[in-house]
């Protein structure tokens, strides 16, 4: 162990020498370490959003949480930007922040982090790194963490779930030195170190940690009302480059102050952390050099080679920034030959981020003669095994051999396909005359304005093929493709759909497979409306000039969870006030169900979900659930409806209102209760009760808003058949809780919502205006 | 007293073959939970799945070595000592088997019967052993995985069954008390009522590694990732998301109003026009199992109770079976 002088620097506050800490064995992945280890901080506040595979983070806080294991403010975001934006504004409040994101979270957020290190606001962010979209692929490679390189953030790297419970307490200790006072980001690898269970040791000795930790220095916050300052200002051409020196500077600094504090923490825990940790390099001729778990992969591979007599050894670095520039030089010196693994492309720069990075490094050493081979691996979540680590340092041994690098840059472990293979082909395409016949007659009523509705008999409408194929992956009983059934059954003619983010996109376009009969397409999660507007706004240029048809008189729908309308709600709203003729489709299941059942803005008040626990303290969702209906309503829009797949008819009547305005009038938007048996804790064949229930409890009214009328279309309280929530809430899994006695309260409280949206409802029913 | 692993300077790696739902990845994490915290040994357990569905393939994974040798690498078991095999649908791919070892070990769940052909592909030298995992849960109130957990147990001694049980029933104190001794009756059911069949593999040495190779490959794959074949999960079967329970049609009692079609999350149900002059112009003709993932909620929604719900035995469903793309897919 290190021994510690008491001259180093430390943080603002007086920080002790660090002793041995007590610790216990425990048996975890790598984001229930984060969670453990954000639990031992005791951080102020985590601001979030959920995104695969960082999400368990906030879920495993949550439990805790409602078993009153900690008293961390959990804020879930409107989406990652407004999480980074939560997370931002209490750092600055001057408490310690957390938060965790992956993949298309970070993209999303990306645009906070230059402002967070820029203006010197010290947080921590877990990043379970995952593949960026394009197309979506939810496993784990580095595209996203490469994104971050140039934010100024400091960047630990996180191999397996023991170094992610370290360097938390590292990062803490790091951001808020006063010479670096950075945000810092600690990488690991998604699902194979965010999801994999391994044997760690965590503090056991709240003191210890206390004295590691010290306090957050009093940087300088708008909560000091004693001291006013201006938190960022504008500043243009002479000022900026200076905050910048400043910012560099602050990295530099960061070089020295990370082996100090990761010194102190080898003191407490007996683990070491090197900037650059380096297995058997000490007479390496060859190496290779890799990121995180990978890296894990390879020194087994070099232990075998070294059994064969090959002098080989892993390199893999600890800290990404400030990058190991000096390390690097000093462990590559006399190794013939490197093959350097990026888990990401830097497209068209001849290797990856890290292979580039050491390229430089070593290049500025006069010495050095290390031939280097770059490779791209592991994208997607491609696993690297031993045969992989060995091939890497096949191929450098033959480049120290031969003093000749073959092939500098290549991608290893792509496919290139046989010619004449490929998937299952698809089924006829539906043609226009299967689709034409009329379903759902729709005439306006000249005396109202407003269009009525004549339904075929159901057994009639058999007759129309299914614009979903069958063979998708949904769970048993999904209410979700009963709503795209009955919506599908009564629109004519061609369709175009673009699907958010969500079950439904994920279970329908498993690649090289599709449930699509028509055309279909995915953007991101939350620009999907902004998407489809653009496409609608081309097709009918398209047609204007002549280059399109107008017979193929398409209607374009949007069809997206509610997830999809709490991080896409701006990107509707700019669609809806645009009025473009589309029409937008919410199957509404009340969580973020596609990753594990997380709260929305849409799940109601005291709903079980796994960032909305229930437990001896907490009792479920603590805030009523978002009326979007009524939001899409103040955009005057054309028409907007609720509807329930639990009452097909009264669905398939306001989706023929909806395409014949889609068409003909502007934006459109449903809202349609969707049954989710996974997540709502109930048997695969309980849609049609709980829904009722549903419905017949007033808390999801079925009504229209046509031209700014509302209509309500189903009346439980007229037909006799008013209940109260309580018999809606205690047939759910998620929601038995509440009926218990001992929450009589917050039934109570649910019950008097309810009941005031309701009259509200009505009053506006009755009000010619409204 | 400690009974050793079976090889002191390697892991121990054991592959659960699953379908999500059925508890796989539980019975790992039980499974690698007590070999860590209560036997002292070191650990690794992960699995590899998609979203968070049920019904989909699963693959759990659980590393086991002695306490001082290190895990390092963290990639999918390649070559177990033992797959454990949930439902016996599985059996009929081979990608269950690979990688197993010459002298590994089979555990697979199906009910009493002549050993499927399919498992003529193990090794010569593989243990196989056959246990009525859904029979016994159905009877103990319980769910596969306790049981298939016992039966691995039974079957590896240092695999100590009593610690295992005890981290099984920690696992579920806290949130379902009332499954505690359900699944432990399960668990011991499991660990003693198996069977060991004799002279099943036919195959020489170790079973090879099999790694999935894409359909189409960086020099066929259509540009821009889009899929130019329409509907072609329809080639996909679905069968295996059953969990033995499905809907049969009594065409005798069906009225054909059509009220099925408009819940079936599946598109499962057979329609086709009426006879010539006959009463209906469009019937109900049957149902195509290959999709049915058996949610039943067309029994629910029947007006008549032409949808009954019945146990799904052998060959039931083939036998029944009504395809909605005849001509097409068989």
């Known amino acids: 162990m290190t021994t510690l002088s008491a001259t180093l620097p430390r943080t603002g506050a007086d920080v002790p020498a660090p002793a041995a800490a007590r610790q216990k064995l425990e048996f975890r992945s790598g984001n229930e370490a984060a969670a453990l280890a954000a639990r031992d901080i005791g951080y102020h506040l985590m601001g979030y959003f959920p995104i695969t595979p960082s999400t368990e983070i906030a879920e495993n806080l949550s439990e805790m949480q409602a078993n009153g294991e900690h008293d961390i403010v959990m804020v879930a975001g409107d989406g990652e930007h407004g999480a980074a934006g ?22 999303y957020a990306l645009e906070q982090l230059p402002v967070q290190a820029g203006t010197r606001v010290p947080m921590v962010l877990n990043v379970a790194a995952r593949s960026v979209s394009g197309p979506l692929d939810i496993r784990g490679d580095h595209s996203d963490l490469y994104y971050a390189l140039n934010t100024g953030w400091i960047i630990l790297c996180a191999r397996d779930p023991q170094a992610v419970y370290d360097l938390n307490f590292a990062a803490i200790r790091i951001g808020e030195h006063l010479d670096v006072r950075l945000p810092v980001l600690i990488a690991y690898d998604g699902f194979i170190t965010s999801h994999q269970k391994r044997r760690i040791q965590v503090f056991d000795d709240p003191e210890a940690i206390a004295g590691f930790l010290g306090v957050r220095p009093d940087f300088p916050s708008p909560l000091d009302t004693e001291h006013p300052a201006t938190f960022g200002p504008y500043m243009n051409d002479p000022d900026l480059i200076n905050n910048k020196v400043q910012l560099s500077q602050a990295m530099e600094a960061a070089r020295r102050v990370i082996p100090e504090v990761l010194a102190d923490l080898e003191a407490m825990t007996g683990r070491a952390y090197p900037v650059l940790d380096a297995y058997r390099m000490d007479d390496a001729e060859v190496a290779s050099v890799l990121v995180n778990s990978a890296a894990e992969t390879a020194k087994e591979t070099a232990d075998e080679l070294r059994a064969r007599g090959e002098r080989a050894g892993v390199l893999s670095p600890n800290v990404l920034r400030p990058f190991p520039a000096e390390e690097f030089r000093r462990a590559l010196r006399r190794v013939k030959a490197v093959t350097i693994g990026d888990r990401a492309d830097s497209y068209g720069a001849g290797g990856g981020n890290l292979s580039l990075e050491v390229r430089a490094a070593i290049q500025v050493d006069p010495a050095n003669r290390t031939r280097v081979l770059s490779r791209i691996y592991g994208l997607g979540g491609k696993d690297f095994y031993a045969a992989d680590a060995e091939q890497f340092f096949a191929q450098a041994i033959d480049a120290a051999a031969s003093g000749k690098v073959s092939e500098p840059f290549a991608y290893h472990g792509a496919t290139p396909g046989k010619p ?17 016949r009329p379903m759902a007659h729709v005439r306006r009523d000249s005396a109202t304005g407003r269009l009525a509705v004549e339904l075929e008999p159901l057994w009639k409408m058999t007759s129309v093929p299914n614009r979903i194929a069958p063979g998708h992956g949904a769970c048993p009983g999904c209410g979700t493709f009963p709503v795209l059934n009955q919506v599908y059954r009564v629109m004519q003619g061609n369709i175009v759909v673009l699907f958010q983010t969500g079950c439904a996109m994920v279970v ?42 107008a017979s193929r008189d398409i209607t374009f729908v949007m069809v997206t969870g509610d997830g999809g309308m709490d991080i896409g709600m701006g990107s509707a709203l700019g669609a809806a006030h645009r009025n473009h003729p589309m029409l937008i489709l919410e199957y509404d299941n009340q969580g973020y169900m ?79 209760l969707s049954f989710c048996p996974l997540n709502w804790r109930a048997a695969d064949d309980a849609a049609q ?11 999801f009214p079925l009504y229209e808003v046509e031209h700014g009328h509302t209509s309500i279309t189903y009346d439980p309280e007229a037909s006799g058949r008013l209940h109260p929530v309580s018999d809606w809430l205690g047939q759910m899994g998620k929601t038995r809780h509440l009926v218990k006695s001992e929450n009589a309260s917050i039934l109570q409280g649910i019950q008097q919502e309810t009941d005031r949206r309701w009259r509200r409802l009505k009053a506006m029913h009755a009000h010619p205006d409204l | 007293m400690d009974m050793p692993l079976p090889h002191a300077e390697r892991f121990f790696e054991i592959r659960f073959e699953s379908i999500g739902g059925l508890g796989a990845h539980a019975a790992g994490q039980v499974l690698a939970s007590a070999a860590v915290l209560r036997m002292g040994l070191n650990g690794a357990h992960f699995s590899s799945y998609g979203s968070e569905k049920k019904g989909s393939l699963v693959r759990s994974f659980v590393r086991l070595g002695q306490a001082e040798l290190p895990i390092r690498t963290s990639a999918p078991v390649e070559k177990p000592d033992v797959i454990v095999v949930f439902h016996a649908a599985l059996l009929q791919n081979p990608a269950s088997f690979a990688g197993l070892r010459a002298d590994g070990t089979l555990i697979y769940n199906a ?13 010569r030298g593989a243990r196989v052993i056959r246990v009525d995992a859904l029979g016994i849960a159905v009877r103990a109130k ?23 049980l005890e981290e099984l029933t920690q696992e579920f104190a806290g949130r379902h008390p009332e499954a505690v001794a359900s699944n432990e009756r399960a668990f011991r059911a499991g660990a003693s009522e198996f069977e060991t069949l004799e002279a099943v593999g036919r195959a020489q040495g170790d079973l090879p590694v099999a790694y999935s190779e894409p359909a189409w490959g960086y020099e066929t794959q259509p540009l821009g990732g889009i899929i130019p074949a329409p509907g072609n999960t329809a080639w996909n079967d679905l069968s295996m998301s059953r969990t033995g329970w499905l809907p049969l049609l009594d065409r005798g009692k069906c009225i054909h109003c059509g009220l099925c079609d408009l819940v079936c999350p599946d598109q499962c149900l057979v329609w086709a026009d009426g006879e010539e002059g006959g009463k209906f112009e469009r019937e109900l003709m049957g149902i195509d199992y290959r999709y049915c993932k058996g949610c039943l909620r067309c029994i629910e929604s029947c007006p008549t109770a032409a949808m009954a719900k019945s146990e799904e035995t052998p060959g039931l469903a083939d036998r029944l079976r009504v395809p909605l793309f005849p001509g097409l897919i068989g």
């Open chain 1, 689 to 699: 009760p709980i829904l009722q229930a549903a419905v017949d409890s007033c808390f």
């Open chain 2, 111 to 123: 009910r009493p019967g002549p050993a499927p052909q399919e498992l003529a592909a193990l090794p």
């Open chain 1, 86 to 107: 939560i997370c931002y504004g209490a750092a600055l409040g001057g408490g310690r922040v957390l938060n965790a994101t992956s993949a298309q979270g970070l993209l």
């Open chain 1, 594 to 672: 596609n990753t594990g059942a997380q709260l929305s803005y849409s799940t109601p008040f005291g709903h079980r979900t796994s960032t909305s626990e229930v437990g001896s303290r907490l009792p479920g969702k603590r805030y009523h659930h978002k009326d979007t209906a009524q939001i899409f309503s103040a955009c005057h829009l054309p028409y907007v409806f609720t509807a329930s797949e639990g009452y097909p008819e009264d669905l398939m009547r306001k989706a023929a209102k909806a395409q014949w305005y889609a068409k003909r009038e502007g934006l459109v938007y449903g809202k349609v």
């Open chain 1, 508 to 549: 329908t376009t498993g690649y090289p497979a599709t449930a699509h009969r028509i055309n279909y397409i995915h953007n991101l999660f939350q620009n999907g409306a902004a998407t489809l507007s653009g496409l609608v706004e081309m097709y009918h240029e398209r047609v204007r000039r002549g280059e399109l048809p």
């Open chain 2, 142 to 164: 319980s769910r596969p995985n306790a049981v298939l957990l016992g039966t691995l147990c039974g079957a590896f001694p240092f695999l100590r069954a009593d610690v295992v």
């Open chain 1, 420 to 436: 004449g293979a490929g998937p299952r082909p698809g089924l006829p395409a539906i043609t226009a005359a299967e689709v034409s």
